[in-house]
């Protein structure tokens, strides 16, 4: 789909906002591996650590950079193809720099550690449950026990068990996040072409945003995974409505979501208008809801069984 009211940038605009993004991108990959969330590091303010200017001045830059380069492009890339190479050359280099922009990776391998040992993190913090890598955790989250879903704590005992160790599991976690970004890529062309949305837009806006590389892929935030099985799940529903078995598909996607991190709720009561085939009433929205509904119900109590035999073996 084009967009006839906004013409693609010239190549030339185009070839200096995707050089524009790389340098930022590299530039807050080397801020990562000078004051990032390193398993070792002591000093509790990036401006106190042993680079902290120069730190600071590379995020502030890369920053500057990568979020200019980013809206210069708002109405439109190129092409949807030209949007998704940069979109991942860009993340390229956050791809192999030190977790960035907080340490919640760390906690995830305690809680997937504390998991894989038998130990109920829904229970327990994970100093209590007695993770060898709890100094990497941040202190504010070492006594609190898991807010995420049973799918994700399942992911992260096997990221542990998997990476061997505590870069490996990172590594894993890193990997699991990357398969979610993916995972939504795939699916961004066909929910922007149902919304009558110029795909090229929508995959730049999308895709390209500084929060995808620093927050997603760098962070390795478990957030990526549960927008890629959102928007799958809204893609099944979207092009499928009124159909029992997509919507039991659409919901199992959508409550593997949820069973990943609760905030995803949110999108529950919007999906079940969306699954309904022609006109809103009451018969209608308990036909089609309630099969959406029956699969988001099967996939969290799967999860949930699963979760609480692997805890008591």
Same mark, same amino acid.
């Given at each position: ?11 030339? *605009? ?8 790389? #340098?930022? %991108?590299?530039?807050? *990959? ?24 120069? #730190?600071?001045? =590379?995020? &502030? ?10 809206? %210069? ?13 940069? *979109? ?20 995830? #391998? ?40 049973? @799918? @994700? ?29 993916? /995972? ?26 500084? /929060? ?5 892929? *760098? ?10 099985? =959102? ?21 199992? &996607?959508?409550? =593997? %979501? ?11 009561? @919007? ?12 018969? #209608? =929205? ?28």
């Amino acid at each position: 789909m084009t967009d006839p009211g906004v013409p693609p940038p010239s190549p030339r *605009a185009a070839r200096l906002v995707r050089y524009a993004g790389l #340098t930022g %991108a590299v530039l807050l *990959a080397v801020a990562g591996w000078l004051g990032g969330a390193l398993p070792g590091a002591t000093a509790t303010r990036v401006w106190h650590a042993e680079h902290g200017l120069l #730190t600071v001045a =590379l995020w &502030l830059v890369g920053t500057g950079l990568l979020t200019g380069a980013w809206w %210069a492009l708002r109405r439109g890339a190129p092409s949807t193809r030209w949007a998704y190479l940069t *979109a991942g050359l860009w993340a390229l280099p956050l791809l192999v720099t030190a977790p960035s922009g907080s340490r919640d990776v760390y906690s995830y #391998t305690c809680q997937g550690w504390a998991y894989a040992h038998g130990v109920d993190p829904y229970a327990t913090g994970v100093a209590a449950a007695g993770c060898p890598w709890v100094d990497a955790v941040a202190p504010i989250w070492r006594d609190t026990p898991a807010p995420y879903g049973p @799918f @994700f704590l399942l992911l992260a005992a096997l990221a542990v068990t998997v990476g061997g160790g505590l870069v490996g599991a990172v590594v894993a976690l890193r990997l699991i996040a990357v398969a979610g970004v993916l /995972l939504a890529a795939l699916c961004l062309v066909g929910l922007a072409r149902a919304a009558g949305v110029p795909p090229r837009r929508a995959a730049w806006l999308a895709l390209a945003g500084p /929060l995808v590389g620093v927050h997603l892929v *760098a962070g390795a935030h478990n957030d990526a995974l549960m927008l890629g099985l =959102l928007l799958l799940g809204l893609l099944v529903l979207v092009r499928c409505p009124g159909r029992p078995r997509p919507l039991l598909v659409a919901g199992a &996607l959508l409550g =593997l %979501a949820v069973a990943v991190k609760a905030v995803a709720l949110v999108v529950l009561p @919007f999906a079940a208008l969306a699954a309904v085939l022609g006109r809103y009433t009451v018969r #209608t =929205l308990w036909r089609d809801a309630g099969w959406l509904t029956a699969g988001v119900l099967a996939a969290l109590a799967a999860t949930a069984l699963l979760s609480l035999s692997i805890i008591h073996i």
